[in-house]
Structures are given as structure tokens and as C-alpha cells.
């Protein structure tokens, strides 16, 4: 059996192409998405990431404001200017860059952002709508996955799915996007015991673990669909995933790479959740 490749890539570029063709449409009607990021630091994965954010923006069409912050910018100053984009009509999606320097709060910075512009949907008021399955903005990494998966036609409804992590980010709404979708879903995580014996009941599994390869095909359910999240180095400095590509690509049924699979996706679903909020702000949508 070879594996399907799951293109994130590929897909990631037609749904920016059905975005641009969106907000092509929404600019006739005077309606033009705007999306500002903070970034403070000079973090240089950080800054690579505002630059991807900021290149897709303006390739879909929208306007793209980057405020940059010297590390040593206070929590009150770095408040103040999420508080000044809440009432910025321009601005219909914030998102502040994380990792912060460690003496800044995360969990104030966030909750300070309006959820009405919280495209990252990390506001505890967007979880919460998320989980009991209310209309939101989905956290786009666990948002591209679902897309990716409906894109590929696979079958999620009836399947056992393992989420492998349990981070606000990608572990727990995965889990919980997935059950929306009829899915049976097992969390598993750093204390779970017997891991393999969970993760190869797993028709779909996904890996976010944060370890080089760690996942091999001892893991692995003949058949399985694998959606690999991690994003390291490996002995050799080459960018990889927590799931050992090479082995478990002759188990299982189809599988995302690193790079080119997760990764575009996460970019796409933050525009796609921008244009959501811009045709609310200009009553287009609900």
C-alpha cells in the first residue's frame, strides 16, 4: 500500500483562490477585509510567520497592517493597541503574534481582543461557542485539517479518530471538530499509557506532539489517514514532522508531509475567518 499525499499545499492555494475571488466581489460592495497582526520581539520564526501572513493578505486581495513592538513593550502598551484595532472599522480581523516575551500575559492579550475580530479564535468566548457547536471563528490549524480531510473525501462520520496533544491551539478543538463531525474521538497525550495500543485503533489519527519522528508505523492501523501537525528539525537541520514520514507513508492510507501539508492550511483558514468577520461587520452575513 502507498499512501495518498495529502497536498496542503495545493489545496491551501485553491481555497486562497476561491478567497481572492470573494473579496473581489465584497470590494465592489465597499466592503474590504482588513487584517492587522502585532508582532513584538524579534523572534526570527515569529517574524517569518508575519511575513508568510502578510504576503497571503495582500495576494487575496485585503488590506494587511503589521504593527511591530520592541521586546520590551509594556503589557499596558501592548493592550492599548489591540484596544485602538477593537474600534478600527478598517480592521476586521487582530491577531497578535505568539509566542509574547515572557514577562507579557498571553491570556489578558487575548481576552483584550474583541471575539468579533478574534480570527485566530483563541478568545474563551469563541472556545466555548465553538465547543457546544455555535457559528465562530474555528482555530485555524484544527479548521484546515477538517478542510483538508473533506477536501481528500475522507470519510469522518462513524470513524474512530486519536488525537495525539491536547494544546488549546490544536489538541483540544481538534477533537472537538471532529466529534461535530460524528466522529468517535480518543485524546491522548505525554501520560498516556500504552500509546501505540491507542493510536492503532485509529482509522484517522492526527499528531501534535512537538517530537521529531516520534510516531513510526509501529503506531499505526493499516489503513489509517495520518495528519502529521509537528513542524521540527531533524539530526540533518531538515524541517520534519512527529510523524516518521518514510515508514508510516507503507502503512497507512493517505498521510500529510511536513513541509506542504498542515502548514499552508493554517495561513488559509486565518483569511478565510477574516473574510467571515468582514461580511458580518458590513452586514452581509450573520
Known amino acids: 500500500m502507498v499512501a495518498q499525499l495529502i497536498d496542503g499545499k495545493g489545496i491551501g492555494q485553491t481555497i486562497k483562490a476561491e478567497i481572492a475571488e470573494e473579496v473581489k466581489e465584497l470590494v465592489k460592495q465597499g466592503c474590504k477585509p482588513g487584517l492587522a497582526v502585532i508582532l513584538v520581539g524579534d523572534d526570527p520564526a515569529s517574524a517569518t510567520y508575519v511575513k508568510n501572513k502578510e504576503k497571503a493578505t495582500l495576494a487575496a486581495g485585503m488590506t494587511s497592517r503589521l504593527i511591530r513592538l520592541s521586546a520590551e513593550t509594556t503589557q499596558e502598551e501592548l493592550l492599548s493597541h489591540v484596544r485602538q484595532l477593537n474600534e478600527d472599522n478598517d480592521i476586521h480581523g487582530i491577531l497578535v503574534q505568539l509566542p509574547l516575551p515572557k514577562h507579557l500575559d498571553e491570556d489578558e492579550v487575548i481576552r483584550t481582543i474583541t471575539p468579533d475580530k478574534d480570527v485566530d479564535g483563541f478568545h474563551p468566548i469563541n472556545v466555548g461557542k465553538m465547543v457546544i457547536g455555535q457559528p465562530t471563528y474555528l482555530s485555524c490549524t484544527p479548521y484546515g ?8 473525501n475522507v470519510e469522518i462520520a462513524g470513524r474512530h479518530a486519536v488525537v495525539i496533544g491536547r494544546s488549546n491551539i490544536v489538541g483540544k478543538p481538534m477533537g472537538q471538530l471532529l466529534l461535530q463531525r460524528d466522529a468517535t474521538v480518543t485524546y491522548c497525550h505525554s501520560r498516556t499509557p500504552n500509546l501505540a ?9 492526527v499528531v ?57 492550511m493554517t495561513i488559509t483558514m486565518l483569511l478565510k475567518n477574516t473574510v467571515h468577520s468582514a461580511k458580518r461587520a458590513c452586514g452581509i452575513e450573520q
Open 145 to 152: 485539517i477538517i478542510e483538508l480531510l473533506e477536501r481528500t
Open 208 to 264: 501534535a506532539v512537538g517530537r521529531a519522528k516520534m510516531i513510526d508505523a509501529s503506531y499505526v492501523k493499516e489503513g489509517a489517514v495520518v495528519i502529521d501537525v509537528g513542524m521540527n528539525r531533524d539530526e540533518q537541520g531538515k524541517l520534519c514532522g512527529d510523524v516518521d514520514f518514510d515508514s508510516v507513508k507503507e502503512v497507512s492510507s493517505a498521510i500529510t508531509p511536513v513541509p506542504g501539508g498542515v502548514g499552508p
Open 197 to 205: 495500543e491507542m493510536t492503532k485503533q485509529a482509522d484517522i489519527l
